[in-house]
């Protein structure tokens, strides 16, 4: 990690060098926050910025300051990077512009990044090109703009590489207490990694937010990912890029690598990494575990006064990896005595509205609900405008949710159906009485998705194999793919290659029927007619060869009894390493879109979780009374292409089987793609 990161984000001092307004606005917003350190702003003819005396050079400063923000020219930056290492300062934001993330309209942008980089030495560098950070438990900011947050305790810390993002993030008004936010810029020397890494050492940050376009360095991201577990803390994580416009944005805005979303959810998923798909999501997600914690399982309880708001939740449920357990006999007799006989008793719970406005009522009805098996109650409650209405009676509501967590001992939340109707006083209320406050269902049941996925048991895996450079790409026969495969244990017909029709008859003579006739050197085989399945005699094979437009060919035996086709891929992704996807093959593979990623290396109760996540999984284990495929033999297959992968990590592009035929006795590889080239492995 480099060095300083302590003395930058805890500063005791702050030098500011620049008269801009951006300059200006760091040496303000840490005034009015109260900021007791001393503050040196540095400028060669001003006498004082924001009424503090201003130093004419870096040089005459009485200390090393512990941050420093460089609000000049990029050129002029670099200068003052040189000068700050040499005495000595903990580190420096560098808010300019125009280094490599300008790489595609100023060629002198890499070669300023680099002099950048020689400049800061050991000192560490956030940037170039962010707006710093703002230090919200200790009252110290490096941030050149407004912003909406309040000084706080305890918190969340959130990393983006967008400072605009960044900003609307310190807007917020759902009662999120934040500790730190930081933004990353270009990460020319100091990644999110390192940056996350530091701010989960703080023991008053609860949970780490990460917003990405890009993740910095693979072994720093997995050793967040390890100081995270080790710490007992969680990390949650936006990562845009799913789209050829969000990719395209990503690489011109931070000069950062995207990767395929693939590779991302499957890089996130095995390091223990919730992953959200909003901002809402990020922020509900967090909120959840600052206050609660991850949760232990997904059996949650839900209840309300509406019956349509009940059948809201559920729906809202339906596709999540989130349960509504039935009553217990328990909890029917306790619901039974606090609510009377006219309410019909289920979870989501409509409680109606005989009991409202009695915070007695309504608590021993909220704790008769809770049992030891929940993870989590959750309270559907929109609260009324205060500008036109009286919130008073809503009062009893929150008490009553309150005493159902003490009595209880479980985590209780209250959300609000439309985000509106959770008033920011509130909000901040209810994570002081340690109640969660939700804003809007789909966000609420997002973020429960996530803490039960931090809940659970992570396996520490073996480092994600990541190759770096690539060339010289090669694409093997199918033929010679299989003989590779082969050779590493994936099972394959038996075959002969044959150059001429009559060849092609006399093979499949030997092998005997039915056989499979393909055309060789033919791309899409299945499109231009090259294969041909089933042929029962020589006749036809010789027939159907002349009708193929080339002039080599495999014959291979017909396998048949096959319960389901698979596709099982391992692709390089150069952000995330090698991608391993299980996926329903053969002619489903598009029409279906049914697959799970994974990264190698993956061991194979990963195999065989993922073969049990696909839609497919039901023909995969006798779909109706049909027979059900071998799955041991399916999971040592996709385990021996990958050992195949590992091997030649120094080479591979992309290596694939499809369909893997699955059999209730075996998996046969039908076809194979191979596709080799030059690498280095990191």
């Given at each position: 990690m480099a060095t300083g990161l302590d003395r930058l984000f805890r500063p005791k001092s702050i030098a500011v060098v620049g008269g801009g307004t951006w300059c200006e606005n760091v040496i303000a917003k840490c005034k009015e926050f109260g900021f007791s350190g001393a503050i040196y702003p540095i400028h060669p003819s001003k006498d004082t910025i924001q009424g503090v005396p201003c130093f004419r050079a870096v040089s005459d400063l009485p200390e090393a300051p512990d941050a420093c923000f460089i609000g000049i020219n990029r050129v002029a930056t670099i200068a003052v990077v040189r000068e700050l290492c040499a005495m000595g300062a903990g580190g420096a934001v560098c808010f300019a512009s125009g280094y490599l993330e300008a790489m595609g309209e100023d060629a002198d942008g890499a070669d300023l990044q680099a002099q950048l980089l020689d400049a800061a030495g050991d000192m560490t560098i956030i940037g170039p090109n962010c707006y710093g950070f703002v230090n919200y438990l200790d009252g110290a900011l490096l941030w050149p703009d407004q912003h909406g947050g309040v000084q706080v305790k305890t918190g969340v810390a959130i990393i983006t590489q967008s400072s605009n993002i960044a900003i609307n993030i310190t807007m917020q008004r759902r009662g999120l207490p934040i500790a730190y936010v930081v933004t990353a810029g270009n990460q020319?020397?100091?990644?999110?990694?390192?940056?996350?890494?530091?701010?989960?050492?703080?023991?008053?940050?609860?949970?780490?937010?990460?917003?990405?376009?890009?993740?910095?360095?693979?072994?720093?991201?997995?050793?967040?990912?390890?100081?995270?577990?080790?710490?007992?803390?969680?990390?949650?994580?936006?990562?845009?890029?799913?789209?050829?416009?969000?990719?395209?944005?990503?690489?011109?805005?931070?000069?950062?690598?995207?990767?395929?979303?693939?590779?991302?959810?499957?890089?996130?998923?095995?390091?223990?990494?919730?992953?959200?798909?909003?901002?809402?999501?990020?922020?509900?997600?967090?909120?959840?575990?600052?206050?609660?914690?991850?949760?232990?399982?997904?059996?949650?309880?839900?209840?309300?006064?509406?019956?349509?708001?009940?059948s809201l939740m559920a729906d809202s449920a339906v596709g999540r990896d989130i349960t509504f357990p039935d009553l217990t006999l328990s909890q029917c007799d306790n619901l039974r005595a606090a609510l009377g006989p006219m309410v019909k008793l289920a979870n989501p719970l409509d409680y109606h509205t005989y009991i409202w406005g009695d915070p007695n009522a309504l608590a021993k009805a909220f704790t008769a609900m809770m049992d030891t098996h929940l993870a989590l109650g959750v309270l559907?409650?929109?609260?009324?405008?205060?500008?036109?209405?009286?919130?008073?009676?809503?009062?009893?509501?929150?008490?009553?949710?309150?005493?159902?967590?003490?009595?209880?001992?479980?985590?209780?939340?209250?959300?609000?159906?439309?985000?509106?109707?959770?008033?920011?006083?509130?909000?901040?209320?209810?994570?002081?009485?340690?109640?969660?406050?939700?804003?809007?269902?789909?966000?609420?049941?997002?973020?429960?998705?996530?803490?039960?996925?931090?809940?659970?048991?992570?396996?520490?895996?073996?480092?994600?194999?990541?190759?770096?450079?690539?060339?010289?790409?090669?694409?093997?026969?199918?033929?010679?793919?299989?003989?590779?495969?082969?050779?590493?244990?994936?099972?394959?017909?038996?075959?002969?290659?044959?150059?001429?029709?009559?060849?092609?008859?006399?093979?499949?003579?030997?092998?005997?029927?039915?056989?499979?006739?393909?055309?060789?050197?033919?791309?899409?085989?299945?499109?231009?007619?090259?294969?041909?399945?089933?042929?029962?005699?020589?006749?036809?094979?010789?027939?159907?060869?002349?009708?193929?437009?080339?002039?080599?060919?495999?014959?291979?035996?017909?396998?048949?009894?096959?319960?389901?086709?698979?596709?099982?891929?391992?692709?390089?992704?150069?952000?995330?390493?090698?991608?391993?996807?299980i996926a329903a093959g053969g002619v489903l593979t598009e029409l279906l879109a049914d697959s799970m990623s994974l990264l190698v290396p993956s061991n194979a109760a990963d195999v065989e979780q993922a073969l049990g996540q696909l839609r497919i999984a039901k023909l995969l284990n006798g779909f109706r009374g049909q027979p059900a495929a071998n799955i041991s033999a399916i999971v040592d297959a996709i385990m021996a292409l990958q050992r195949y992968v590992m091997e030649h990590a120094g080479r591979i592009e992309e290596a694939e089987i499809n369909p893997l035929l699955c059999t209730p006795q075996t998996a046969i590889a039908a076809d194979a793609l191979i596709r080799l080239g030059e690498y280095d492995v990191g």
């Open positions: 020319a020397q100091t990644g999110l990694s390192d940056i996350g890494a530091a701010l989960l050492a703080d023991p008053r940050v609860t949970a780490l937010g990460l917003h990405v376009e890009g993740i910095d360095d693979l072994r720093s991201f997995e050793t967040l990912a390890a100081t995270a577990w080790k710490l007992g803390k969680s990390i949650v994580v936006l990562k845009v890029g799913k789209s050829d416009q969000a990719q395209a944005a990503t690489i011109s805005h931070t000069a950062s690598l995207a990767g395929s979303e693939a590779g991302a959810m499957a890089l996130f998923r095995r390091l223990g990494i919730a992953q959200v798909t909003s901002l809402p999501e990020l922020l509900e997600s967090l909120k959840l575990l600052h206050v609660a914690g991850p949760l232990a399982s997904n059996n949650i309880a839900s209840m309300s006064c509406s019956g349509g708001e009940a559907i409650c929109d609260f009324p405008r205060a500008d036109r209405c009286d919130l008073s009676e809503w009062d009893g509501v929150i008490e009553g949710v309150e005493a159902a967590a003490k009595a209880s001992g479980l985590p209780m939340a209250i959300t609000a159906s439309l985000p509106e109707n959770m008033p920011e006083d509130v909000a901040t209320d209810l994570v002081a009485r340690g109640i969660v406050p939700f804003y809007g269902l789909d966000e609420t049941l997002a973020a429960i998705e996530a803490a039960v996925f931090c809940g659970g048991t992570h396996e520490i895996c073996s480092p994600v194999l990541k190759p770096k450079t690539a060339g010289n790409v090669i694409t093997l026969t199918e033929a010679d793919a299989k003989t590779s495969l082969n050779a590493y244990g994936v099972q394959t017909p038996q075959s002969f290659v044959a150059s001429t029709t009559d060849e092609a008859g006399r093979a499949a003579d030997k092998i005997g029927f039915p056989v499979v006739l393909k055309g060789q050197g033919i791309a899409h085989k299945s499109e231009a007619g090259a294969v041909v399945l089933n042929l029962a005699n020589a006749v036809d094979v010789v027939n159907a060869a002349k009708a193929m437009p080339t002039d080599c060919f495999l014959v291979e035996e017909m396998v048949t009894n096959t319960v389901a086709e698979l596709l099982v891929g391992v692709v390089l992704d150069p952000a995330h390493g090698y991608v391993l996807t």
